[in-house]
């Protein structure tokens, strides 16, 4: 699974495609907390083009309330076993739960997606012990309180800096580097200047960690602080941000307008692989 996010001659990043199975998810919140909802929607970012399907049973939007284990187990792992019974797209699960990291990966998720970076009560043993890649997301602060005062020394210098320390972390706890994948973490505890500077400076990330990166932007607030548009009229902004990251050398893109996601993505590699 590690070398399918490593192919460095890649011209095409890879989608994932979100599933959240909330109540509360700042964008689709509510639509998919049904099981045969979850399914139907999977098919259709089957259908899209999608390459991993990234699953959450817990908001992380400002303000969110938090779930407990059982709440999040009770949520992800029927839609996983679910998704199993009818195709092998790699799934991710979107936790910082050491508990659901386990369950999950038993019932069928191949990736971890972490936007606490392995820093909860035994997540980073949990990870080590399970044998899949590992995404590990800058966040300051914690997602309830972190857009209040958001504060960096210098953006770019401040989350590679984060995201060394928890590469070395994983590594001294016996995950290999070739499972890693990092995320700056766009709209964690940031602002929209924060925001900005980071994606222009994808390249400048990737080339100080190394390591694949991963760009989340669909839909989120920066789009609607630069254009004054709610979340549902975000979907146009969020595939010119998808086309940008994916000729910058973004390596994967997570998103919820998948079929346009894709056709963007294609279109960027195509041309960069055009002579």
Request: hydrophobic letters at 45%; aromatic letters at 4%; glycine letters at 6%.
């Amino acid at each position: 699974m590690s070398d399918f996010f490593l192919q460095s001659d890649r011209a095409f990043p890879l989608v994932m495609g979100i599933l959240n199975v909330t109540p509360d998810s700042f964008s689709d919140g509510g639509l998919f907390e049904q099981k045969e909802a979850s399914l139907k929607h999977v098919r259709d970012m089957i259908d899209a083009g999608v390459d991993i399907i990234d699953i959450g049973g817990e908001s992380t939007r400002p303000g969110a309330k938090a779930v407990s284990v059982a709440e999040e187990l009770q949520r992800v792992i029927p839609v996983i076993e679910a998704i199993r019974t009818e195709t092998d797209i790699p799934v991710s699960i979107d936790t910082s739960k050491a508990q659901v990291m386990r369950e999950a990966v038993v019932a069928g998720a191949s990736v971890i997606n972490d936007v606490r970076a392995l820093q909860e009560e035994g997540a980073l043993q949990a990870a080590a012990e399970l044998p899949v890649p590992v995404v590990l997301m800058h966040m300051q602060g914690q997602p309830r309180t972190m857009q209040e005062h958001p504060e960096y020394n210098n953006v770019v210098e401040d989350v590679c800096e984060f995201l060394r320390n928890r590469v070395q972390a994983c590594e001294q706890a016996g995950i290999s580097r070739d499972r890693l994948i990092v995320d700056p973490g766009f709209g964690f505890g940031k602002t929209l200047q924060h925001n900005l500077s980071l994606f222009r400076h994808i390249p400048e990330l990737k080339q100080q960690l190394d390591l694949p990166v991963l760009i989340g932007v669909s839909r989120k607030s920066m789009i609607g602080a630069v254009l004054d548009i709610p979340v549902e009229e975000r979907m146009p902004a969020s595939v010119a941000l998808a086309g940008l990251a994916a000729w910058m050398g973004a390596d994967i893109i997570r998103a919820h307008d998948v079929r346009e996601t894709c056709q963007a993505v294609k279109m960027c590699g195509s041309v960069k692989e055009s002579e």
